[in-house]
């Protein structure tokens, strides 16, 4: 039978808000405060969101185990698979001493850690963000990181926030496409709409990262470097956007920051080099001559040679065309039997009542890890492994990562049960009800979004139509909030829990997530908040920067 949210059961908007917070929570401050294990924690933050969702919200218990179930699927493939499938490409290649060559090949470039983290966490990432999202950029660049020696905790919340202002055109621009589709506006008006708000922060962020890693007076003694990399990525992220479309945004804006930085680094330097691997070494016991590289260009490009097929790989991976022609050879459509269009969204949430789709793709073909494992069994054969070595490290990689799968699937099975209860809708109600200062709560709507559902993508689909209704209702523009709910969510990337364990199974530091969180909060938090008031001026002060392109 047809079940209908409701979004106030308590028939008191401040009680059912609170009541639909409970798992989001539990969730974290298990993580933040207690400091329980991930996988521990994303287990009782389940438990409570089907607690509330089944007791508070009336959802039938059977159809509140489904959407647990179709979450908790969905985190293992597609989401787990990218994540097993990188973490054992970069095992293999850690094996066979490659990652060294490539580590020591970076230092090359620049022997300074703060430009090696531009150019990795900001600029590969970004490149990987755009090509395949959904965790790829930080797995790499955390892995990477590590390899070059940075602790685990800078490894990990570095790479959180550097992956924040490619997020909404992340995946050949995913998640603007998804809310086109949900919201009903024209895509190239969204897409050019959150190319004018992100490429600030695409020049903020690198500042903010090394800043972050190295300090104040650290950041000033390469900031032109820094302005380098930010401005040669905003320009063609404001470019593409608004006069080509979301599709290749990232990589452009990457390819060209990373090509703008490395030759800037041919002609300028800073005047002390920066060795130190962590905040808690000082600048001056950290500053030395480079060494001296002892690698033969041969050596060089055969440890760069997998992770140039992973991009190569990756890239094809997100290209449409290729998607729907692997589709066509093989694709499962599950439609989740006892939920799939008997779950009813009703207004003020949707502007009619609307049944919620509930349908597995099992496009194993297609995902983007399948690509990331081909990319691996073509750098095992340059590398020379057999198929028994190749097959022991697999297995081998899969217990590493197990609870690590765990939690992902815990906590995607949190998001759906949420999102298919309404008690997402009813948080997101609250925002709606702050009147002249909707912009700017609208924009923290989103960053609440994907703090919830560890996707940009995943925001948009729950709240475009909600960011699209309210605007219409209070007089401001429908595609100024919108493109605010994709921009806001950015900065919620780094504090999701699935990005969290992400990050923490790429570095090998497992069951520390509480401290990558408690690392990442405040930036994310202060991050969202100027996104805020980017849009708040838009909305008010420069209107002109909100008009439609």
């Known amino acids: ?11 008191n908007a401040i009680v059912s808000t609170l009541m639909a917070a409970v798992p989001v929570v539990v969730l974290l401050g298990c993580i933040a405060f207690l400091k ?3 996988h521990v924690a994303a287990l009782l933050g389940i438990a409570s969101s089907l607690t509330i969702a089944i007791l508070a919200f009336g959802m039938p218990t059977g ?3 489904r959407a647990a179930a179709f979450g908790a ?3 293992l493939m597609p989401i787990g698979w990218i994540i097993l499938n990188v973490i054992f490409l970069y095992r293999l ?5 490659q990652f060294r060559i490539l580590q020591d090949s970076i230092a090359g470039i620049t022997p300074d850690r703060r430009l090696q983290l531009l150019l990795i966490a900001f600029g590969f990432g970004a490149f990987f963000e755009g090509a395949a999202g959904f965790g790829t950029p930080v797995a790499v660049t955390g892995a990477m990181l590590i390899g070059l020696g940075f602790s685990p905790l800078a490894a990990s919340g570095l790479s959180l926030i550097a992956n924040t202002a490619p997020v909404a055109f992340g995946a050949l621009g995913t998640p603007v496409i998804a809310l086109a589709s949900v919201t009903g506006l024209d895509l190239h008006e969204l897409s050019g709409m959150v190319g004018r708000q992100l490429p600030f922060f695409s020049v903020i962020v690198p500042f903010w990262l090394i800043c972050a890693f190295a300090g104040w007076r650290g950041m000033l003694q390469v900031w032109p470097a820094i302005l380098v990399a930010g401005v040669a990525f905003a320009i063609p992220q404001y470019l593409v956007s608004n006069f080509h479309g979301p599709w290749l945004v990232d990589i452009v804006a990457a390819l060209c920051s990373m090509g703008a930085l490395t030759l800037f680094l041919r002609v300028w330097r800073p005047a002390s080099l920066w060795r130190s691997t962590t905040r808690a070494q000082t600048e001056e016991s950290a500053v030395t001559e480079p060494a001296a590289t002892t690698y033969t260009s041969e050596q060089v490009f055969k440890a760069w040679l997998p992770w140039i097929v992973l991009s190569v790989c990756v890239f094809l991976w997100g290209i449409p065309q290729v998607k729907t022609w692997l589709d066509s050879l093989f694709i499962l459509k599950l439609p989740v039997s006892g939920l799939h269009e008997l779950v009813q969204k009703v207004p003020p949430v949707v502007a009619q009542p609307t049944a919620e789709a509930a349908v597995y793709n099992f496009n194993l073909l297609s995902m983007t890890g399948t690509g990331i494992l081909v990319a691996s069994i073509i750098s095992s054969v340059l590398m020379k492994f057999s198929v028994r070595e190749f097959v022991r490290e697999y297995f081998q990689t899969l217990v590493v990562v197990r609870l690590s799968l765990l939690t992902i699937a815990a906590m995607l099975a949190l998001g759906y049960v949420t999102r298919y209860s309404g008690a997402d809708a009813t948080m997101g109600l609250a925002f709606a009800q702050t009147g002249w200062l909707y912009p700017l709560f609208g924009t923290m709507l989103g960053w609440l979004g994907v703090a919830l559902t560890g996707s940009d ?3 948009n689909v729950l709240f475009g139509g909600l960011q699209r209704i309210t605007s219409e209702q209070l007089g ?6 919108a493109a605010a709910n994709s921009s806001g969510g950015v900065m919620g990337k780094m504090i999701d829990a699935q990005s969290i364990v992400v990050a923490s199974t790429a570095t090998r530091w497992y069951g520390h997530e509480s401290e990558i969180l408690r690392y990442v909060f405040f930036h994310s938090i202060a991050l969202a908040l100027l996104v805020s008031l980017l849009v708040l001026g838009q909305a008010y002060v420069w209107p002109l920067t909100a008009l439609v392109h």
């Open 1 to 11: 039978m047809m079940w209908a949210q409701g979004y106030d059961p308590f028939g």
């Open 36 to 38: 329980m294990k991930a």
């Open 63 to 65: 159809m509140a185990a």
């Open 73 to 75: 699927a969905y985190g």
């Open 93 to 97: 290649t850690d094996q066979r001493g």
């Open 457 to 459: 993508t995943a925001s």
């Open 476 to 481: 401001l523009n429908p595609v100024l909030m």
